[in-house]
């Protein structure tokens, strides 16, 4: 029994060898007029066509196929295939024409082949989100979004969003959301709804202002002396020294200050300035009324450590529609060691090209990085810090911006 098997086993494996030494290349069978045999021959690889028929004394003879040209397998054809013709309207090339390949179109970003046309995806309407993305071959596909998730926006790419939990950020559910609202969320007492930036961009902009770029001598001891009204003590002086780069030691030491001084006359003088600005820096940006999307991407698109998509959700349910961007400019300056603000916007807006913000918007954030950096605004930084500092070190030779 045992002597039955291995032969059987040995038959096997050499049947198998066989079979795969005849399966490649393929073959196809020819009568040969010449001997009146017929003859196993070679088929004619990708790329080529047949030319002659094997004979008892040839092997098959194959020749490449020509320019537009193809075959795409192994055959017995006289002539090749040829490629299609260019791609048709909202298609583009996804792979050209060569010996081996038809020409392949497909439909261009943001659209599907239906019935050989190319039409837009599907845009999924508030309450329902995308579960599928659209391909060129596919159209999006939606969802209603399911009990506590919502989508307020219409999309060809969002998907349904969880409703915030309002407990995780400390507030009370005021108002519980649907499929397509978010919950509202509050504070038990009203006076505390409050966006809560602790340096708008116009105190950022001018706290820099008053940053030597070239340092005189124990420069930051010069303006804790000079500075009018309660003086910032010696210990908290020296832990901004330990903690912030001598960039950095001159703003923070006026943020501090001005807590300090908020009740001065002088510093009220400075604030109601300020303010001026501020009235500007909305008139470019207070509209810009973004998508959680559109803010999430232009946020995310800002150097360094990244504001997380909780505290945007937050922001969006703290702060009125047009401080939102300020809310989160601020944030991303705290996390970041009190970066500069400006330049990181200036970051994002270069880096925005693969997320198509509204035209609008991007315009309004290049005026208002513009409008901070005009020689207006130069001169009334100028202005307020000399009248800040008094005709003390008025001397002091100071080179700013």
Known sequence: MNQWLCCALLFLDISMKWTTQESFPPKYLHYDPETSHQLRCDKCPPGTYLKEHCTASRETMCIPCPDDYYTDRWHT????LYCSSVCKELQSVKQECN???????????????????????????????VVQAGT??????????????????TSSKAPCRKHT?????GLSLTQKGNATHDNICSRSNESTQKCGID????????FRF???????????????????????NAESVARIKRRHSSQEQTFQLLK??????KDQDMVKKIIQDIDLCENGVQRHIGHANLTFEQLRALIESLPGKKVGTEDIERTRKMCKSSEQLLKLLSLWRIKNGDQDSLKGLMHALKHLKAYHLPKAVTH?????????????????????FLEMIGNQVQSVKISCL
């Open 77 to 80: 054809s006289e002539e090749c």
């Open 99 to 129: 010996s081996t390949h038809n020409r392949v179109c497909e439909c261009e970003e943001g659209r599907y082949l239906e019935l050989e046309f190319c039409l837009k995806h599907r845009s999924c309407p508030p309450g329902s989100g």
């Open 136 to 153: 060129p071959e596919r159209n999006t596909v939606c969802k209603r979004c399911p009990d506590g998730f919502f989508s307020n926006e």
């Open 165 to 169: 939990n309002c407990s995780v950020f």
């Open 199 to 206: 340096v708008t961009l116009c105190e950022e902009a001018f």
């Open 210 to 232: 008053a940053v030597p770029t070239k340092f005189t001598p124990n420069w930051l001891s010069v303006l804790v002396d000079n500075l009018p009204g309660t003086k910032v």
């Open 256 to 261: 501090l200050w001005k807590l300090q001084n």
């Open 364 to 384: 309004s954030l290049r005026k208002t990085i513009r409008f901070l950096h005009s020689f207006t605004m130069y001169r009334l930084y100028q202005k307020l």
